[in-house]
Structures are given as structure tokens and as C-alpha cells.
């Protein structure tokens, strides 16, 4: 079992916005702005799409945004496209001595 | 180019042992924290350890703790994980990660590597 919790799998048509949450505990989520996004395609090592809960990388698109309240962090995704259908996984620093906890992940579909 | 070549995969025996290498170029290696992460066939990712930019301060997780062991070589820009005592949940694709390097904030996992399978089994 994973340490935050993610659900399973999100969808959504091309254009419309979807969001996915993560939801924590106050060791993590709840006591930290250190929550990072991930997106995975099938066999493809994972790529930094949010940190920091709200910033995005240089060329990442401003369709993904991040937002936090409480224990729980979200991923907004706007505008979907085809090619958004990956994985998602959240992670958070929890401190010592557990130090960095992920999400079970989340799959998105595109329909 | 920040890139990150992960090497030293492979099949081992439960109770065996295996190095793991990561290669760094593209950046100032020895100024960063580096990580690894991995992850089992088809489940999510794992955080499995870190160690700090001069290599002093090493950190893991509880399930990897006392049979791995992190390290690094700056003056060769190259990450390593030993792993000795292998059981067959050590069985991952072992990716190494940067952190700070392509963003501002070493608080995220920002540059992986292609990954390397390491499977346990007799």
C-alpha cells in the first residue's frame, strides 16, 4: 500500500480539464510545499511535471498546474489531449525518517 | 544535455548481491543530491535512497535499509547502489534521479535516467 493515495485511474475527452488528487497524511502532504508531479508512459522513465506543488518546469505546458490544501495536493490537467494519456504519480519529502513518498499512481485516459 | 545512463542490471539469486552504476554529464555533478527510485513490474514508484552532493549523508529507505548501500565518485560523476542480501521484492526497474539540476528546487526528482532491471529469482 502505498503511502499517498491516489485513485486508480481519471478520463476525460480531448479539451476538457481533469484533476487528480493525492491525498496524504500532516507528516507529508499536510506539513510540506515539497509535493512533485510525475508523467509515465508505458515502458518510459518518469518526467518532472509539477514541484514544489504549484511550480512547472521550463517546457513543461501550462496546461498542468498543481495545487495544495490541507493533506491533499491536486494535478490539473486542462485542454486534454491524446497525448496526456500516461501515468501520474505525486510524491512528497516526509522527513526523517521516511524521507520521500510516492502515490500508487494514477492512470489518465483520454477518450 | 543533462543526461543520466544507469548500468549493472541484471538477474541474481535471492541472498546474491549487485552493483548498480549511473553515469552523469551534462551538469555539475558534484554540486547535487542524487537519488535512487525504483519500481516493480507494473506497480508505482519507490523511493530507495539518497545521498548528498559530497557523498557524507546518506539516507534509505526501510526496506532497503542495512542491505544497500549508496554512494558516489565526483571526481568520476558516477552514482552507485549496492546491493547485497537480494530477496525477490528487490525486483525493479532501478532508475537514479537528480535533484535540483533542470529546476531551481533539489525538493523534486528532476532528471531520471532510462532505468535498469534487476531481477531476483532461483
Known amino acids: 500500500q502505498s503511502a499517498l493515495t491516489q485513485p486508480a485511474s481519471v478520463s476525460g475527452s480531448p479539451g476538457q480539464s481533469i484533476t487528480i488528487s493525492c491525498t496524504g497524511t500532516n507528516s507529508d502532504v499536510g506539513a510540506y510545499n515539497y509535493v512533485s508531479w510525475y508523467q509515465q508512459y508505458p515502458g518510459k522513465a518518469p518526467k518532472l511535471m509539477i514541484y514544489d506543488v504549484t511550480e512547472r518546469p521550463s517546457g513543461v505546458s501550462n496546461r498542468f498546474s498543481g495545487s495544495k490544501s490541507a493533506n491533499t495536493a491536486s494535478l490539473t490537467i486542462s485542454g486534454l489531449q491524446a497525448e496526456d494519456e500516461a501515468n501520474y504519480y505525486c510524491?512528497?519529502?516526509?522527513?526523517?525518517?521516511?524521507?520521500?513518498?510516492f502515490g500508487g499512481g494514477t492512470k489518465l485516459t483520454v477518450l | 544535455e543533462v543526461q543520466l545512463v544507469e548500468s549493472g542490471g541484471g538477474w541474481v539469486q535471492p541472498g546474491g548481491s549487485l552493483r548498480l552504476s549511473c553515469a552523469a554529464s551534462?551538469?555539475?555533478?558534484?554540486?547535487?543530491?542524487m537519488r535512487w527510485v525504483r519500481q516493480a513490474p507494473g506497480k508505482g514508484l519507490e523511493w530507495v535512497s539518497s545521498v548528498g552532493s559530497s557523498g557524507g549523508s546518506t539516507y534509505y529507505a526501510d526496506s532497503v535499509k542495512g542491505r544497500f548501500t549508496i554512494s558516489r565518485d565526483n571526481s568520476k560523476n558516477t552514482l552507485y547502489l549496492q546491493m547485497n542480501s537480494l530477496r525477490a521484492e528487490d525486483t525493479a526497474v532501478y532508475y537514479c534521479?537528480?535533484?535540483?539540476?533542470?529546476?531551481?528546487?533539489?525538493?523534486?526528482?528532476?532528471?531520471w535516467g532510462q532505468g535498469t532491471m534487476v531481477t531476483v529469482s532461483s
Open positions: 534521479a537528480s535533484g535540483g539540476v533542470v529546476v531551481t528546487s533539489n525538493n523534486a526528482f528532476d532528471n
Open positions: 551534462g551538469f555539475t555533478y558534484k554540486n547535487y543530491v
Open positions: 510524491c512528497s519529502y516526509a522527513g526523517s525518517p521516511t524521507y520521500w513518498v
